[in-house]
């Protein structure tokens, strides 16, 4: 069998058991049962009371791949089909199962117990007040992480990805820092400047909002930074901003800036985060900017167009799998965290993910990519 060969009747074969000749699927297919692991950018969970049921590629926002290697462009129609065998399930369960919860709801008396009535009233009793209470965001940073990783260590051919960041003059309000933010966006897509980006905000020192973005291409900052600086001007003129609009004048505004080293002549290098040598530099990155981030929001903590959350980062593996490819060796077995419940055991990895890992993720995103784009 060809390596992440595809099958009639089996699908998108997971290339973690790329060397199982046609004959064995049957077997294969069994295996998946049993997904008890799951393999992510951080390491690998065992789960100990349950198993993967659905899903066997996660963490794309729009496609999934079933446990029985079928890829589905629209994640939406897998779970609903999931959905109607959960609602079957129950349908044909015994009685008594109603029975017994119901019973486990008496006293020691023999009397039922009114907790639940007693629930409906707090219900019924709640504070107004907490309908009313602002929503608050935070940034995830797991998720965040895991998309930038899978960007830069699954995306197939040349790879790019550098980090802008976009500062405004103190006393910006931050309901404005957004709508600044999303003009600016715009402009850049209307110029064909950007299509993909994740962005993270965070606050300075003095309060003020800034924003922290990865995009996949390059952008010359002189240029992007003179958009910002006409958008600014241009609200400011309009009363929406407090500002004069002699701080926006040319040359006067340099908050757009990208990540970067400067070279022996004192000139700015910026710097690619894709490439391999740099993946210390996206680390450390991410650990300054995303991993310390422990603000709240008003409006949105981070958002990412659909290029990053379509990726998938990680992957559910049966305990014959998991030997397979060997990934249970690059485990940090000393550093092992277990539930207090039992529920499951996480191993984080010793070092970065190995490239393995990342390698049986790349075809199946190249997959769904390369289907994307064809449409």
Partial sequence: MKKYATYKKSGWVTPFVSDISAKELPQFQELRGNLTRIASPAGITYLTKSSVKSSVYLGSKYHAVDINGIPWVKKTELKKITAGEKRLKKKLAPVETGAA???????ETGQISDNLST????????????????????????????RLLAYTNTKKGSKCLYFFTVTFPVGMPENMGYRVLNTWFTSLRKQRLLQEYLWVAERQKN?????????????????INGIMRKILLGYTVRK??????????????????????????GHKI??????????????????????????????????????FSQLFFSVALSKEQMQASGLWKKLYWEKK?????????????????????WQGLAPVNDFFQSLISSQ
């Fill in 101 to 107: 919860n119901f019973f486990n709801n008496a006293n």
């Fill in 119 to 146: 629930e409906k009233s707090q219900l019924q009793t709640v504070s107004p007040e907490l309908s009313t209470k602002k929503r608050l965001y935070r940034v995830k940073k797991s998720l965040v992480r895991n």
């Fill in 207 to 223: 309060g003020t909002i800034h924003f922290h973005i990865a995009v996949p291409t390059f952008m010359r900052v002189w240029h």
């Fill in 240 to 265: 929406e901003l407090p500002f004069s609009p002699a701080q926006f004048a040319k040359g006067r505004y340099n908050g757009v800036d990208i990540a970067g080293h400067k070279d022996a002549a």
């Fill in 270 to 307: 910026p710097t690619n985060f894709a490439h391999k040598k740099k993946s210390g530099s996206l680390a450390n990155y991410l650990t300054k900017y995303v991993t310390k981030n422990n603000e709240t929001f008003e409006h949105l903590a981070w958002h990412n167009s659909r290029g």
């Fill in 337 to 357: 965290f277990e539930h207090p419940n039992g529920l499951f055991v996480f191993v984080p990895w010793f070092g970065n993910a190995p490239p393995i890992f």
